[in-house]
């Protein structure tokens, strides 16, 4: 079992940035390749980005390439977000997964869900 929680979240103007954090529980959080989907109001949720177990290797969504960027800490159960030159398009809820398969994968198999947190951007 994984618990996610993210934070980081918040109210900022277009161009500005922000870094959102999750924290893993578990032993076993390097065994998972982890991601961040968001859900904007009355949309379906979608994938962002995603880091290989060892985050050696990313993949992302084609509007926030250049942008964003994952990585992650293993030795301290953390997955990041850092999120530059953001939007008004970028505002949504963003929910830190956690998959089993491989991170090119994680589009199609989310085995663990955080709360999610809210990024709203303001023009």
């Known amino acids: 079992q994984v618990q996610l929680v993210e934070s980081g979240g918040g109210l900022v103007q277009a161009g500005d940035s922000l870094r959102l954090s999750c924290a893993a529980s578990?032993?076993?959080?390097?065994?998972?390749?982890m991601g961040w989907f968001r859900q904007a109001p009355g949309k379906d949720r979608e994938f962002v980005t995603a880091?290989?177990?060892?985050?050696?290797?990313?993949t992302y969504l084609d509007s926030v390439k250049g942008r964003f960027t994952i990585s992650r800490d293993n030795a301290k159960n953390t997955v990041y977000l850092q999120m530059n030159s953001l939007k008004p398009e970028d505002t949504a809820v963003y929910y830190c997964?956690?998959?089993?398969?491989?991170?090119?994968?994680?589009?199609?198999?989310?085995?663990?869900w955080g709360q999610g947190t809210q990024v709203t951007v303001s023009s």
């Open positions: 997964a956690a998959t089993s398969a491989a991170f090119t994968g994680m589009r199609l198999r989310v085995d663990y």
């Open positions: 578990g032993r076993t959080f390097s065994s998972y390749a």
């Open positions: 880091v290989s177990r060892g985050g050696s290797s990313t």
